[in-house]
C-alpha cells in the first residue's frame, strides 16, 4: 500500500518576531478524511470554501508557536494534521497568533480539534462529520455544526464560554458526551426531532426551551416519537447550560 505525502505552496515570512506561515494541501484520491488540528493560544478561524483539500494560514509570535502541517493518504483515507503548538505555557494568550484554515466540504471527515486559551470561530455548517472530538481550554469557543451529518460528538470542555450548534435535519441518531467544564454552554438543537439531556455532576442553572424534567434529565415533547433522537449527558460542570431550539428545524 503507498503512503503518500501531498503538500505545496508553502512560505514563512519573517518580520521582527512576528511570522507568517501558509501551505496548501491538494486533493488527492482519498474521500474519507481524518482532520486533527491542534492550536495553542491565540485565535482560531475554521470554515469551509476552498476546492483544495485545505489550506492554512497562520500569524504568529516565532518565540510562542512552532507550526507544521502534512497530510498523508493510504487507500481511501487521508490523515490531515495541523499544529500550531509551543513548548511553554499552552494557556498564554497572544493577539498576534492567528490561525486561519479552510477545509474542503465534500469531503467525508471524521475531526479531533484542541484548543488553548483565545478564541475560535469555527464554521462547518453542511459538512459530512461522522465524528468529532473537540477539547477546548480557556476563552471563548464558537462552533457550529448545523446540517453535519453527526452519528457522535465529544465534548471536553474548559473554561469561560462555549456555543454549539447542533440545528439540522438529522436522518440518523446523534449522541453527545460533554465533561467537566467551568462558564456557560450554550447548545442549539433542532425543533423538529426528540432531544434528551442528561445532567449529572452539574452545580448551576440549566436553562431549556420548556423542557420536561425528570430528575436529572431534560426531554422536549418529541422524545420517543421521532424516528431519530438526540441525546446530551453532560458530566461535572459549573456554571449554566443553555438549551435552545432552532425552529427553522
Given at each position: 500500500m503507498i503512503i503518500c505525502m501531498l503538500a505545496l505552496s508553502t512560505s514563512a515570512i519573517a518580520q521582527n518576531k512576528i511570522t507568517e506561515f501558509e501551505q496548501t494541501i491538494k486533493t488527492g484520491k482519498a474521500k474519507n478524511i481524518e482532520a486533527l488540528i491542534h492550536i495553542t493560544g491565540g485565535e482560531l478561524s475554521i470554515k469551509g470554501g476552498t476546492n483544495d483539500l485545505a489550506h492554512a494560514k497562520l500569524t504568529y509570535d516565532k518565540y510562542d508557536w512552532s507550526p507544521s502541517v502534512s497530510y498523508t493518504e493510504k487507500d481511501d483515507f487521508g490523515k490531515l494534521i495541523i499544529k500550531a503548538s509551543t513548548e511553554g505555557d499552552e494557556k498564554r494568550i497572544d493577539d498576534d497568533n492567528k490561525c486561519f484554515i479552510?477545509?474542503?466540504?465534500?469531503?467525508?471527515?471524521?475531526?479531533?480539534?484542541?484548543?488553548?486559551?483565545?478564541?475560535?470561530?469555527?464554521?462547518?455548517?453542511?459538512?459530512?462529520?461522522?465524528?468529532?472530538?473537540?477539547?477546548?481550554?480557556?476563552?471563548?469557543?464558537?462552533?457550529?455544526?448545523?446540517?453535519?451529518?453527526?452519528?457522535?460528538?465529544?465534548?471536553?470542555?474548559?473554561?469561560?464560554?462555549?456555543?454549539?450548534?447542533?440545528?439540522?435535519?438529522?436522518?440518523?441518531?446523534?449522541?453527545?458526551?460533554?465533561?467537566?467544564?467551568?462558564?456557560?454552554?450554550?447548545?442549539?438543537?433542532?425543533?423538529?426531532?426528540?432531544?434528551?439531556?442528561?445532567?449529572?455532576?452539574?452545580?448551576?442553572?440549566?436553562?431549556?426551551?420548556?423542557y420536561k424534567k425528570s430528575g436529572n434529565e431534560y426531554t422536549n415533547a418529541l422524545y420517543g416519537n421521532t424516528k431519530h433522537s438526540i441525546v446530551v449527558k453532560i458530566n461535572g460542570a459549573i456554571g449554566t447550560i443553555n438549551i435552545k431550539e432552532d425552529k427553522l428545524y
Amino acid at each position: 500500500m503507498i503512503i503518500c505525502m501531498l503538500a505545496l505552496s508553502t512560505s514563512a515570512i519573517a518580520q521582527n518576531k512576528i511570522t507568517e506561515f501558509e501551505q496548501t494541501i491538494k486533493t488527492g484520491k482519498a474521500k474519507n478524511i481524518e482532520a486533527l488540528i491542534h492550536i495553542t493560544g491565540g485565535e482560531l478561524s475554521i470554515k469551509g470554501g476552498t476546492n483544495d483539500l485545505a489550506h492554512a494560514k497562520l500569524t504568529y509570535d516565532k518565540y510562542d508557536w512552532s507550526p507544521s502541517v502534512s497530510y498523508t493518504e493510504k487507500d481511501d483515507f487521508g490523515k490531515l494534521i495541523i499544529k500550531a503548538s509551543t513548548e511553554g505555557d499552552e494557556k498564554r494568550i497572544d493577539d498576534d497568533n492567528k490561525c486561519f484554515i479552510t477545509l474542503n466540504d465534500k469531503y467525508n471527515y471524521s475531526l479531533g480539534v484542541v484548543l488553548g486559551a483565545g478564541l475560535a470561530n469555527i464554521d462547518l455548517e453542511g459538512f459530512n462529520i461522522k465524528k468529532a472530538l473537540f477539547k477546548l481550554g480557556v476563552g471563548t469557543f464558537n462552533v457550529n455544526l448545523a446540517n453535519a451529518s453527526l452519528l457522535f460528538l465529544k465534548i471536553e470542555a474548559g473554561v469561560g464560554e462555549a456555543n454549539f450548534d447542533l440545528s439540522g435535519n438529522y436522518k440518523n441518531d446523534l449522541k453527545v458526551q460533554i465533561n467537566a467544564g467551568i462558564g456557560q454552554f450554550n447548545v442549539t438543537v433542532p425543533g423538529n426531532i426528540g432531544v434528551k439531556f442528561i445532567v449529572k455532576g452539574f452545580l448551576g442553572d440549566v436553562k431549556t426551551p420548556g423542557y420536561k424534567k425528570s430528575g436529572n434529565e431534560y426531554t422536549n415533547a418529541l422524545y420517543g416519537n421521532t424516528k431519530h433522537s438526540i441525546v446530551v449527558k453532560i458530566n461535572g460542570a459549573i456554571g449554566t447550560i443553555n438549551i435552545k431550539e432552532d425552529k427553522l428545524y
